[in-house]
């Protein structure tokens, strides 16, 4: 008995000037379809394509037979869509129902282990653009906790005798536990 697995989707742009980004056929993923997302802005605006013709112009470029069934079906619906509106039902129709829930577990119990603190906290604050617009998304005061409180035990002994806990700003905060974590290194 064999398995079919299908492929997990990815996102491409060969030539971002001349074509917008496509979303490869298999398995759509949070981070490949913000990959094209972003993609298709950036080509957007590139190209000055205008609002009512961003659907139009991108919805080719998502590669999977299903989902361009599913275009062609909704078509006229579709077109009409902002591109917001249009992201809002491709992650709708086609991301697990629970997508945001798993991307925030898999950011909350990340730790830093042997990553380097600013590859680690780069990787969380990653996870978070997936959740932008959701209610999962974590402020800059939650991910500062979250990173504080989980980071490698021996940089957290390095980081609360140093007087970085005291920063206000985030990215100052991030960028000095960064040298920390690099003279420890």
């Known amino acids: 008995m064999s398995t079919f697995q299908l492929q997990t989707g990815r996102c ?3 030539t971002p000037s001349k074509a917008p ?9 949070p981070e490949a379809l913000r990959a094209w997302e972003l993609g298709c802005q950036n080509f957007f605006s590139l190209k000055g394509v205008t609002a009512g013709d961003q659907v139009l112009t991108v919805a080719g470029s998502l590669l ?9 079906n909704n ?9 917001s509106a249009f992201m809002t039902e491709v ?6 129902s629970t997508w945001a829930a798993q991307v925030c577990t ?25 959740l932008c617009g959701s209610s999962s998304s974590l402020s800059e005061e939650h991910l500062h906790f979250h990173l504080e409180s989980h980071m490698h035990a021996d940089l ?20 000095q536990i960064h040298l920390l974590n690099e003279k420890c290194i």
């Not at 957290?156 to 990215?171: G, P, Q, V």
Request: glycine share 2%.
């Open 156 to 175: 957290a002994a390095d980081y609360w005798t140093s007087k970085i806990s005291e920063e206000k700003d985030y990215h100052a905060w991030i960028e």
């Open 21 to 29: 980004p496509i979303l490869t056929p298999g398995d759509i993923t």
């Open 75 to 83: 078509r006229a619906r579709l077109v009409a869509l902002s591109f």
């Open 91 to 96: 992650c709708k129709y086609w991301l697990p």
């Open 106 to 130: 898999k950011m909350l119990s990340s730790s830093q282990g042997t990553k380097a603190f600013y590859h680690w906290a780069v990787e969380v604050k990653s996870l978070n653009v997936l």
């Open 12 to 14: 491409e742009q060969l």
């Open 64 to 72: 999977d037979p299903h989902v361009q069934d599913w275009y062609s």
